[in-house]
């Protein structure tokens, strides 16, 4: 795999690329300040190639139920906290 950070600003964003085999993915992330809180978010731009295209529906769905279970343990944690 290899990740290529692209954009950075301060507490505001957090951009890279990430190459693994067929597949290409750009992430940003975002924060922001929302009352007491932090508001983060996560944007991809993925493409499959190659043997694996036909597969593409399946791996966005598979990505984004694992994401939406960690940033929700995320979360949990980081209330815990305060």
């Known amino acids: 795999m290899d990740t290529k950070v692209t954009e950075y ?34 944007s991809y731009d993925m ?3 190659g043997v694996m295209k036909p597969f593409s529906p399946i791996l966005l769905s598979s990505m984004r139920k694992a994401l939406k279970k960690a940033l929700g343990n995320l979360k949990g944690i980081l209330e815990a906290q305060t």
Request: glycine share 14%; aromatic share 8%; proline share 3%.
């Open 9 to 42: 600003e301060l507490n505001r964003k957090f951009g890279k690329n990430i190459k693994s085999g067929p597949i290409t993915n750009k992430q940003i992330n975002t924060y922001g300040s929302i009352g007491e809180g932090t508001k983060f978010t996560i």
């Open 47 to 49: 493409k499959v190639s």
